[in-house]
């Protein structure tokens, strides 16, 4: 017994000790490095720096940063996480471009790169982010006009003007040019995932810009005020002149308005009626979802539709989805589902009700044991079963989802 009093953690492996210090954030695994060396060179394993989040430490100042890059930071990390100075009272510069250069140079598995409050105005476009990102996700941060021009490489017949005019232009053209000649996709820009939160700099402008990206499949636009439904037409994947023009590569995109007040609604997602080539899955959210699925039986490639934080009627659904035959998955969440409102019994037939006619044949084969067997997470029975006779190829999920209750 006396000797099991006598250890402390000295006495543990050091797979184990990384193992209890992964636990810890990154302030604390900086303040752990300075107890002796053994734990110095402890903190300084990789395995502790794949999942860097600084979003939490509120002291951190771009002196910081050189410090974690020069003494912690390397091969090893693959997500990044950090909190700019966009709404901090000190202000200044945050992310330099000389860090960025670094930070591309000694972590070359960076994938993920996560930037919440940080004013990216000082820097001239994203091709000085690290090359190796898949995945970008900006939140309430500031963004130069040219932030997402991808510029062509210069050469001896191309100026420099005549390159950064025809970036936002021929940069899809130019790309092709580079894989008929076998030349592979043009360097800069690889990411494949754009998340897009409560940036309101981020206009019609930068939409065009996105369409030089040859590597851009997911595109996540949420609280983005100032695209309009004539920024995503002129966007959407289209056959043209020379082959598909556009978006070609997106397979995903989302629209999300949360309703924030003093902003004038635009209705974006009706610029989905150009009928998006290629675009097999669609997420549409707040005040987007109207119009939104005015528009979305255009998409013929439709393959999974999510619906959230939004209110709907159960004819609205049906009517909205009974030409997406394609669609294999359908997601409310967070929906309110308004009920349907029953016509009078002695007004006879009436011919404009007919589709609520045919629900209602389409939910008699239900049969009231089936209802003792309705799945606890479905809110409206007569929905599911409309739509398993419309759509019978495509699974329904229902995830925190309510029915409006009438004072009636």
């Not at 402008?205 to 100032?226: A, I």
């Not at 549409?284 to 209110?311: H, M």
Request: proline share 5%; with cysteine.
């Amino acid at each position: 017994m006396d000797e099991f009093k006598a250890c402390n953690l000295d006495y543990f492996p050091e797979n184990i000790l990384i193992d209890v210090l992964s636990f810890l954030s990154v302030r604390e695994l900086v303040r752990a490095g300075r107890v002796c060396k053994r734990w110095r060179r402890l903190v300084k394993d990789q395995k502790l720096w794949r999942l860097v989040d600084l979003t939490t430490w509120k002291g951190v100042t771009s002196r910081i940063l050189w410090v974690l890059l020069r003494h912690y930071l390397g091969c090893g990390l693959r997500c990044l996480r950090l909190r700019g100075l966009l709404l901090s009272a000190r202000g200044g510069t945050f992310l330099s471009e000389p860090w960025l250069k670094a930070l591309s140079a000694k972590c070359p598995r960076l994938t993920k790169l996560y930037l919440l409050h940080a004013d990216l105005r000082s820097l001239p476009n994203c091709q000085i982010l690290p090359p190796s990102l898949q995945v970008l996700e900006l939140r309430g941060c500031e963004l130069p006009r040219t932030f997402f021009i991808q510029s062509l490489p210069t050469s001896p017949t191309h100026p420099p003007e005549t390159a950064e005019a025809t970036s936002s232009v021929g940069g899809q053209r130019h790309g092709r040019d580079r894989k008929r000649k076998g030349l592979g996709p043009p360097s800069g820009v690889g990411i494949e995932r754009l998340v897009l939160n409560n940036v309101p700099s981020f206009t019609d402008q930068h939409l065009l810009s996105l369409t030089s990206w040859e590597k851009l499949c997911r595109l996540e636009l949420r609280d983005t005020f100032r695209i309009t439904a004539n920024g995503l037409r002129s966007c959407a994947a289209k056959d043209g002149l020379s082959g598909v023009e556009g978006l070609s590569r997106l397979k995903f995109l989302e629209i999300g308005i949360t309703g924030r007040q003093g902003y004038q609604l635009q209705m974006a997602s009706l610029g989905l009626g150009a009928g998006w080539l290629g675009l097999e899955e669609l997420s549409l959210g707040g005040k987007e979802v109207g119009p939104g699925l005015l528009c979305a039986s255009r998409l013929k490639d439709l393959k999974r539709l999510c619906l959230w934080a939004c209110t709907l009627s159960e004819l609205q659904i049906v009517r909205s989805c009974r030409m997406l035959r394609g669609l294999r998955q359908l997601e409310f969440l967070d929906v309110t589902f308004q009920p349907r409102q029953s016509p009078p019994v002695e007004e006879g037939e009436g011919g404009g009700e007919g589709e609520q006619d045919n629900e209602e044949a389409a939910g008699a084969d239900g049969s009231n044991e089936e209802n003792k067997t309705l799945d606890i997470n479905d809110p409206i029975p007569n929905l599911r079963r409309s739509l398993a006779v419309l759509l019978p190829a495509c699974s329904l999920v229902f995830t925190n989802c309510s029915v409006q209750i009438n004072a009636d």
